[in-house]
């Protein structure tokens, strides 16, 4: 991670306020905290973030609060009341971005939708992050991660043949949609600053941020009725291709596209006449014979001490990766290496090992890490700093339990 102080982080003085809650709200807004925005946590003044009550927890504090909020200042605000409204509003008049992941509706019933922060701030970016979109027959309908995987086709094609689909071990959805949605605040800030534009309203769905993913699947089918199934892990890119077993019970995952990359591996199992054999000549060919050509690769795999097979296969110069588990993630040279895990130190739990930042920038420094803060911790501060009220006046919003502010910050 380059921290340099040499020069400026590149979304320096860009003012976030994240409304979201869980994942693919916060997180895009964390990203864009990640390379110096300054992003304001907005968060109910009782509970705050759902997220700050999910697991795993370590000494009672939510490790996923953590890692997702960190690098963001707290300010807590009743937006179900005028007052909290009438705050937002003001916040938002000095505002660049706006984050929000409510059910399409919520903010205008509020009285805060775009048509009126746009009046307050025309230059106001929102990004609006729902489950299905903010228009369309299914608008209303609630979703979740697991849901958006649903709609978006991935599920129907994950898993085996035989058994009920399968999701990924990880939030994708969400993840997905706070890629794509800070993708959208960025084109939307250039937009405004560099080309001469003004804010908009980004209306970003979370089965849409999947659907992307899933490449000719649909075009496939409009144009030869292919409809893609699940396969467990045959894929029409890789012949041979699977996850397959070694000696000593570990799976490595190898892939084998291109013919002279084919004839590589041939050569390296020692049986060269594999790749002038009709079944295995192309590509297309290994497709129709997949399982014949993995059931070869497969024994010869099985059958190489490990150690043997990784040297063997990078000499050759062959994709692969033994699948690997947490610990030898984080014990792994390579990751090391690159920084590809971060240390984030957090006053109570101590040192955090976190994803870093990405992408990496031979010219571009990201922010150190800073750890997700306390619940209204900055409030006085930001209401202080951006709208000027003095200690009277946010006394008078506690009093009415508009906002909260902690007796205590971090510790």
């Excluded at 306020?17 to 946590?41: C, E, H, N, R, S």
């Excluded at 995987?149 to 009920?164: E, K, V």
């Amino acid at each position: 991670m380059n921290s340099s102080s040499e020069k400026p982080y590149p979304l320096k003085g860009v003012r976030v306020l994240d409304l979201g809650t869980m994942l693919a709200g916060p997180v895009a807004a964390t990203l864009l905290g990640d390379f110096g925005a300054d992003v304001i946590k907005v968060e109910q003044p009782t509970g705050g973030d759902t997220l700050r009550k999910l697991g795993p927890f370590a000494d009672g504090e939510s490790l996923s609060w953590h890692i997702e909020g960190r690098n963001k200042k707290s300010v807590t605000i009743d937006l179900r009341v005028s007052a909290g409204q009438k705050l937002l509003l003001e916040l938002a008049s000095k505002a660049d971005v706006v984050v929000e992941n409510f059910r399409p509706g919520t903010m205008e019933k509020w009285g805060i939708g775009y048509d009126t922060l746009s009046k307050v701030n025309p230059r106001l970016i929102l990004l609006s992050i729902s489950g299905y979109g903010q228009t369309g027959p299914y608008s209303s309908r609630a979703a979740y991660d697991r849901i958006a995987l649903a709609f978006a086709g991935i599920l129907n094609i994950t898993g085996y043949p035989d058994r009920p689909p399968v999701r990924p071990g990880v939030a994708m959805a969400d993840y997905q949609a706070a890629i794509f949605g800070a993708f959208g605040a960025m084109l939307a800030l250039y937009g405004r600053d560099a080309a001469g534009g003004t804010g908009q309203h980004i209306d970003l769905a979370l089965y849409e941020a999947v659907f992307r993913f899933t490449d000719v699947m649909v075009t496939a089918y409009e144009k030869s009725g292919a409809k893609r199934e699940r396969q467990g892990n045959k894929h029409f890119a890789a012949a041979p291709g699977d996850h397959f077993p070694t000696s000593d019970g570990r799976y490595i995952a190898l892939t084998v596209s291109a013919d002279t990359v084919f004839k590589r591996l041939c050569d390296l199992m020692g049986m060269p006449s594999l790749a002038t054999d009709e079944r295995f000549t192309s590509h297309a060919l290994r497709v129709e014979n997949l399982d014949a050509i993995n059931a070869i690769v497969a024994d010869w795999i099985f059958q190489q001490p490990v150690a043997a097979l990784i040297a063997s296969l990078e000499k050759a110069g062959l994709a692969f990766s033994l699948i690997l588990s947490v610990q030898e993630i984080a014990e792994n040279e390579h990751y090391n290496a690159r920084g590809s895990i971060a240390t984030m130190d957090h006053p109570r739990l101590g040192p955090l090992k976190v994803p870093a930042v990405v992408p990496r920038m031979s010219n571009t420094p990201t922010r150190k890490l800073e750890p997700a803060p306390e619940l209204g911790e900055h409030t006085a501060e930001i209401l202080a700093d951006w709208l000027g009220m003095d200690a009277l006046a946010i006394d008078t919003l506690t009093s009415h339990g508009v906002i909260s502010t902690p007796k205590t910050g971090k510790g």
